[in-house]
């Protein structure tokens, strides 16, 4: 669309800026999905959601640790029970070594833990009756399960790679909003520079009307009061000049800083014609359900609500646990003699909580669990029918936005001419300055009705990637690599 302005652009001279930078639509949408402030949150956003995935898929491996005392030295007194079951206190003088290596592996179909552990244990007494004292453990197995009505890892293998996923996703939009936010930023400068070139050239033609309107008015052609009209006139373009002047300043560090840049004289280039194409409304809404978040979202919400149910299902009711520990040990003064002779160490625990009588409190937290996922359903559907008719009115609008734009580049040269033609018969006497200046409004409103229609068309186009994640011109989905953080 560099022909957009061919009758106005033969008035406008061209701004020239000192060290000036030239950019497009597309330049500057590019830069900022690399440099821009919403670029550099979406991408740490999008860590942060990469290592909580990382974490919970590390979650179900194997852990190997290592856990030491190295040295406890205690001396004081402490009650102790003895062999006759009497309390009695003692002064305890003594140093401890304690080692132990652990390995431990979650269940997920189970809910539980499963561990094996070695253990030694050195103390040495100091006092009247120095002794040293081992205790080893070769091997311990251990399980322990908080509920068995309740599995949270059965949940989090449904829930974390939705959340996953969703983070993906949520990136790319993000990624495809920066292009909309772009385009706000890019198109408020252009406007701001036309305006500002449109008040300048209003400007000289006003002081030149004026000069004109002076030596009619001498030769007494004119009253006064059209006389003063004029002067009120170009009184108030030189208004407009310095108001665009410092809109231009504004919207130009909007642009710049936006995009990091190293200056803010920049110089656009209206963008070209997009491609034709058109926007099936059952097209964009199956692309927007393959590829949006939101319907990750809807699943996980859904997920969520049934897991807290669940939760308060399997806590509130009855709870029961288990633990559980196998292994050998041995302990005596003679290291050497440790690792003979074992003793076999073993223990199986249940535990069990029923709520005889809570006033309620059970019940209640059940209720709410269930009146949630009740209501989480019921926002999921409201939320499924407003994604679905944002797709198709965006559809619809977009498919009147090239008849929008020709509509208003059309008025655009009616209003031009007209007001050509106006100035002109303004200079022969024929008209009023009331409507020459009516002329010059309209036709002023006119092109900027075209920029602000020119404006919705490329907006609306990136709104639409936005909303389906699909590139319609080349018939693919917006994808983006994954990006690791290793």
């Not at 108030?236 to 560090?253: C, D, F, G, Y």
């Amino acid at each position: 669309m560099k022909k957009i302005l061919p009758l106005i652009l033969l008035f406008l001279p061209i701004l020239s800026f000192s060290q000036s930078k030239n950019i497009t639509l597309d330049e500057a949408i590019k830069i900022a999905k690399i440099k821009s402030p919403d670029y550099k949150v979406n991408l740490n956003r999008n860590q942060s959601s990469y290592w909580r995935f990382r974490n919970y898929k590390a979650s179900f491996l194997p852990e190997l640790k290592l856990d030491a005392t190295l040295p406890e030295y205690r001396n004081s007194i402490r009650r102790i029970t003895n062999d006759e079951g009497q309390d009695v206190f003692v002064n305890q003088n003594q140093l401890l070594l304690e080692g132990g290596l652990s390995i431990s592996q979650s269940i997920p179909y189970s809910g539980g833990k499963l561990s094996i552990s070695s253990n030694l244990e050195r103390v040495e007494l100091f006092g009247l009756n120095d002794n040293i004292g081992y205790s080893v453990i070769p091997f311990s197995v251990n399980y322990f399960q908080n509920s068995i009505l309740y599995n949270p890892f059965k949940w989090d293998k449904k829930i974390e790679p939705l959340i996953y996923e969703e983070s993906r996703r949520d990136f790319v939009e993000n990624m495809e909003r920066i292009s909309v936010n772009t385009c706000q930023r890019y198109f408020a400068l252009l406007k701001a520079q036309m305006q500002l070139e449109i008040a300048k050239l209003n400007l000289s033609n006003q002081d030149t009307l004026y000069q004109i309107a002076k030596g009619r008015f001498k030769m007494g052609k004119i009253a006064e009061n059209e006389l003063l009209q004029m002067e009120l006139t170009l009184l108030n373009s030189k208004n407009t000049v310095t108001t665009n002047t410092v809109a231009l300043k504004k919207t130009s560090q909007n642009l710049a800083r936006y995009l990091e840049l190293d200056t803010e004289n920049l110089e656009l280039d209206i963008p070209k014609d997009l491609p034709l194409f058109d926007v099936d409304i059952d097209k964009a809404l199956s692309e927007a359900k393959s590829n949006r978040k939101a319907v990750i979202e809807f699943r996980r919400k859904r997920l969520e609500a049934e897991k807290n149910l669940a939760f308060e299902k399997g806590n509130n009711r009855l709870k029961l646990g288990i633990r559980a520990n196998f292994g050998i040990s041995q302990n005596g003064d003679d290291f050497n003699n440790l690792f003979n002779n074992y003793n076999k160490q073993q223990n199986v625990s249940v535990s069990i909580g029923i709520p005889i009588f809570d006033w309620g409190v059970s019940k209640s937290k059940r209720k709410m669990a269930e009146a949630n996922l009740s209501l989480t359903n019921n926002n999921i559907n409201q939320n499924k029918q407003e994604f679905e008719q944002e797709i198709y009115l965006h559809v619809l609008n977009w498919s009147n936005q090239r008849d929008f734009l020709f509509t208003s580049e059309k008025a655009k040269e009616v209003a031009n001419k007209r007001y050509d033609i106006s100035q002109k018969r303004y200079m022969l006497g024929r008209i009023t300055i009331t409507d020459l200046n009516i002329a010059l409004q309209e036709r002023d409103r006119a092109i900027l009705q075209y920029l602000n229609s020119l404006q919705k068309f490329w907006q609306d186009y990136y709104i639409l990637r936005q909303l389906t994640l699909y590139d319609f011109i080349n018939n693919k989905k917006v994808e983006i690599d994954d990006i690791l953080y290793d």
